[in-house]
């Protein structure tokens, strides 16, 4: 994979951090029309899924994962985007997988070990 591509999707997924504090507009802003995110509830596809699935996560749990949210490591192979992070003991391990096309998020993969 080329080098450009992967500063593309590096820019993409700063941009989706950074996002995640601004609120849900945009969050929703780097995703496709036809995108699928993963989730241990099952694939929500296309934005209307995953706008519903954000209006929830962002009101009841990002407040709380936000005030210990560290990213662990970051692994960039072309459009394919690999992170793990904590969110101390609220989350000990989350994982995220991105595939990132043309800037947007086209395909992305969520999972958190929450306890309790």
């Known amino acids: 994979m080329s080098d450009e591509q992967s500063k593309q999707t590096e820019a993409v997924f700063s941009h989706h951090v950074q996002a995640l504090g601004e609120g849900l507009e945009s969050v929703m802003s780097d995703y496709a029309e036809n ?5 241990p509830d099952g694939p929500k596809r296309g934005r ?3 706008r519903a699935f954000f ?8 407040p709380k994962l936000l005030k210990s ?3 662990l490591r970051t692994d960039i ?3 394919i985007l690999y992170v793990t992070w904590t969110a101390g003991e609220m989350a000990p391990l989350g994982t995220d997988t991105f595939i990132i096309r ?3 998020i086209q395909v992305q993969t969520f999972a958190a070990y929450m306890p309790g």
């Not at 995108?35 to 989730?39: A, E, F, K, R």
């Not at 209006?55 to 990002?62: H, W």
Request: aromatic share 12%; glycine share 12%.
């Open 35 to 39: 995108s699928v995110l993963y989730t």
């Open 48 to 50: 209307g899924e995953i």
């Open 55 to 62: 209006e929830t996560f962002m009101a009841d749990t990002l």
């Open 69 to 71: 949210f560290k990213l």
């Open 77 to 79: 192979d072309g459009e």
């Open 102 to 104: 043309e800037g947007k």
